[in-house]
């Protein structure tokens, strides 16, 4: 015979204590008199309850936001805590004050790419339903039924994306939906579920996913009613075998996979784009040649204060030995910077100059005219200086640039997001990202510099003495 479980009732006093709101990284950054001083405060039935008071313990990421909404997108790396977070809602909208009242929901679905995998990950996983609840009021699985009944009369029905016929009948006022962006069928049961979703005052539902670019995270991050949380697999680094977290850094870090796997950032192409991720994923190095030229170059912004646009500067090598077809570059730095003033970026390219022993500082002058080169004087008077000026819109501009990768002849080193980011969003149409692309203007200067300019003059037909 199974002994009785002992109630835990949560004590109103534990949710409203100001030294509780704070939170544990509040308690574990005290000294120890502090922490022990906290704990000796609190009554034998809140010690019981704290360990399942998720908003002690949640970081930042994993709480719902305080605005109105009707979808909760929570994107996060491997291990940022998504699974947890996705648990402790449900959890919070199906209990009540004691084991058997009732709460906010009564019916909920999740949903996951299979039902296998809604059973190990969001029930029976180590950050699931089951883990996460107090032993009063843990939910019992029902195999046969595909469902999780808790002591209070709540359910929650588990789904399979490769089955979106499923959820047309039934109907639910919360869900769960877990990895929303490799679904198979994502879209299909996506919509199916919107229609289940009509029970109570308010049906709500959340998303746990790594992104991916695909068009149903896409378009329900655009929806006025959706907000969103994001937090890299960093951020539950206190959780995470420390192994894990090197090995995984040292192979992924700067690299397409990892931003999307580790930083938990959504990557998308633009439409026409001149450059891809996969594209740029490809060409990634880890280790340079003897180059034969070093440049850095700059795209000042227009004017400098704190508000300006960023100063795009970029630094690349070339070898440019032997025939022109031969020739290759590499992107070797991107030290950008948003400077108060105009001295503020100019220092900062006469370090990388120095950094990576550059032979020129290439410099747009359509904003600054003479101002760009007294500026630089005023620091170095002798560093070696050429001034360029744009005749063509950016995006003619970088069109020879993103034939010279097309072709195979351009190599970046790893952590160039940022760079990157603003790559993938220029178009044959222009620029279609937020602000100045400053550091792709940056890019493009360096690479005409280097190969583009003195490819055409090699190339440049020459008259015969008659």
């Known amino acids: 015979m199974q002994e009785p479980v002992a109630q835990l009732v949560v004590p109103p006093s534990i949710s409203t204590r100001p030294d509780l709101r704070l939170g544990a990284a509040w308690i574990a950054s005290e000294p120890v008199e502090v922490q022990q001083g906290f704990l000796d405060s609190l009554s034998e039935t809140e010690l019981l309850a704290l360990p399942y008071l998720f908003e002690f313990w949640a970081m930042e990421h994993q709480l719902p936001p305080e605005e109105d909404w009707k979808t909760w997108v929570i994107l996060g790396g491997r291990g940022a805590g998504k699974t947890r977070a996705g648990a402790e809602w449900v959890r919070a909208m199906v209990e ?11 019916r909920v679905a999740l949903v996951g790419e299979t039902i296998d995998q809604v059973r190990e990950v969001m029930v029976f996983g180590e950050s699931g339903l089951i883990a996460c609840a107090p032993p009063d009021r843990r939910p019992v699985w029902e195999a046969g039924r595909r469902r999780l009944v808790w002591p209070n009369g709540a359910v929650a029905q588990a789904f399979s994306a490769h089955d979106p016929e499923s959820l047309r009948g039934p109907q639910f006022d919360a869900a769960w939906v877990d990895e929303l962006a490799k679904w198979r069928n994502a879209q299909e049961t996506w919509d199916m579920l919107q229609f289940a979703l009509r029970l109570g005052d308010n049906p709500r539902q959340v998303v746990t996913t790594t992104p991916r670019n695909v068009g149903v995270l896409k378009q329900l991050l655009k929806v006025s009613s959706t907000v969103q949380t994001s937090a890299p697999t960093e951020a539950n680094r206190a959780n995470l075998a420390d192994s894990f977290l090197q090995e995984v850094e040292a192979r992924y870090a700067g690299t397409r996979l990892g931003r999307q796997e ?205």
């Open 96 to 106: 009540g004050a004691g084991p058997l009242d009732t709460g906010a929901a009564r």
């Open 262 to 466: 580790l930083d938990g950032t959504l990557l998308e192409d633009a439409e026409g784009a001149l450059w891809t991720r996969a594209q740029l994923d490809a060409i990634r190095v880890d280790k340079l040649p003897e180059l034969d030229r070093i440049v850095v170059a700059v795209d000042p912004p227009v004017s400098g204060h704190a508000g300006s646009d960023e100063c795009g500067i970029v630094v690349v090598g070339a070898c440019t030995s032997g025939p022109v077809q031969d020739w290759r570059a590499w992107v070797l730095d991107d030290v950008s910077v948003r400077a108060a003033s105009p001295d503020g970026w100019a220092r900062v390219a006469l370090t990388a100059m120095e950094t990576w022993g550059a032979d020129r500082l290439v410099a747009e002058v359509n904003q600054g005219g003479d101002l760009v080169q007294s500026v630089i004087n005023q620091i170095d008077p002798m560093v070696p200086y050429k001034a360029v000026r744009a005749s063509r819109g950016k995006a003619a501009r970088a069109e020879p640039v993103a034939a010279l990768y097309e072709q195979g002849r351009i190599s970046h080193m790893r952590d160039l997001g940022p760079l990157e980011d603003q790559m993938c969003e220029m178009t044959q149409k222009g620029f279609v990202g937020k602000g100045s692309p400053d550091r792709v203007d940056a890019l493009v200067w360096a690479l005409h510099e280097l190969i583009v300019a003195p490819a055409a003059h090699w190339r440049r037909p020459r008259l015969r003495n008659l």
